[in-house]
């Protein structure tokens, strides 16, 4: 495909504004359609970044002829359905993440791909950043080999906002959302499946009905380990924090920068063409189409994390 890909982008909130923003460093591709819950609101978006047409329905905006490509910033409840309503409307599709909150919606979508060979990809963003990017290198040139990886993955968050301090008409939550990066990332990185999984969760939030704070350890096959710490509920540093104790050398990881042990900022200003990872995330999805091959974070690649989810999940509804 040598044409201008053009994408519909479905959710106009917080992350929506992101793959825009990323968009705009993206040759070749425009956004031809939004997608919002509200038309002024997500009029007054579209306007902002010239996208000519506005719509409150994707299947509108699925009936463009002219749309290759969808990216899907919606709540987590229609990820998967929305997802095959694009497969079936023959567009190629990126969901962010996570794919599903069911592991067997999450293989009605694997298993739609496969059917149409359409790309479709989640946006396991941390696949992307250069900090994870440089430590994955390491792993693969046999540099370095994880022994624990240590992440906090903190928020505070008691009440149904966005990024951007709104209100939001959805309920996020711990284990399908925020631990589906780390579950992934840690099989990616590790270079090996999990086999071991446990997870324990703080109390069921009265309103929320969801529990504000969680544990969870995994061990991959190859002998590595991870512990995972995720809160709703703390008031202080926010974000995800991950620590790679290796055999070679410990690295932290900060979003898209990276230090060592010692605190000592590592550069990894050259690793990609770009420090935003979301960039990276979807200049991968282009380039698959272009490319007709599979992405990085296919849906295929990336169904063991929801495998692993959804065994978390039945330990957790099994102690209530």
Request: net charge negative.
């Amino acid at each position: 495909m040598s044409k201008t890909i053009k994408v519909a982008l479905a959710g106009a909130g917080a992350f929506g504004i992101k793959h825009l923003d990323a968009i705009k460093n993206i040759d070749g591709v425009e956004v031809v359609s939004l997608v919002g819950r509200r038309f002024d609101a997500t009029k007054e978006v579209a306007d902002k970044y010239g996208i000519p047409h506005v719509a409150t329905d994707l299947a509108e905006s699925l009936a463009l002829p002219e749309v290759d490509a969808v990216i899907l910033c919606t709540p987590t409840q229609v990820h998967a359905e929305q997802a095959m309503q694009c497969l079936r409307a023959g567009k190629h599709v990126q969901v962010e993440i996570p794919l599903a909150d069911s592991l067997a919606d999450a293989e009605a979508v694997v298993a739609l791909q496969q059917q149409t060979g359409l790309v479709a990809m989640v946006g396991h963003t941390r696949r992307f950043n250069p900090s994870h990017q440089y430590v994955h290198r390491k792993v693969q040139a046999g540099e370095f080999n994880i022994q624990q990886m240590d992440v906090q993955t903190y928020f505070f968050r008691r009440t149904n906002m966005n990024a951007l301090g709104q209100a939001r008409s959805w309920t996020d939550h711990l284990l399908w959302h925020h631990a589906a990066h780390t579950v992934d990332l840690f099989t990616y990185q590790a270079g090996s499946p999990i086999v071991q999984a446990n997870a324990i969760q703080g109390p069921i939030h009265p309103e929320l009905g969801i529990a504000m704070d969680m544990s969870i350890q995994l061990k991959a096959a190859n002998g590595a380990i991870c512990t995972l710490s995720l809160s709703f509920n703390n008031d202080g540093p926010l974000g995800t924090f991950f620590r790679y104790i290796g055999d070679s050398a410990t690295y932290i990881a900060r979003y898209d920068d990276l230090y060592n042990g010692k605190e000592e900022q590592i550069d990894v200003s050259k690793v990609d063409v770009s420090m935003n990872g979301i960039e990276l995330q979807d200049r991968e999805f282009f380039a698959a189409i272009r490319e007709g091959r599979e992405p990085n974070a296919s849906v295929a690649k990336v169904l063991p994390c929801y495998q692993v989810l959804a065994k978390l999940e039945q330990q957790l509804n099994a102690a209530l």
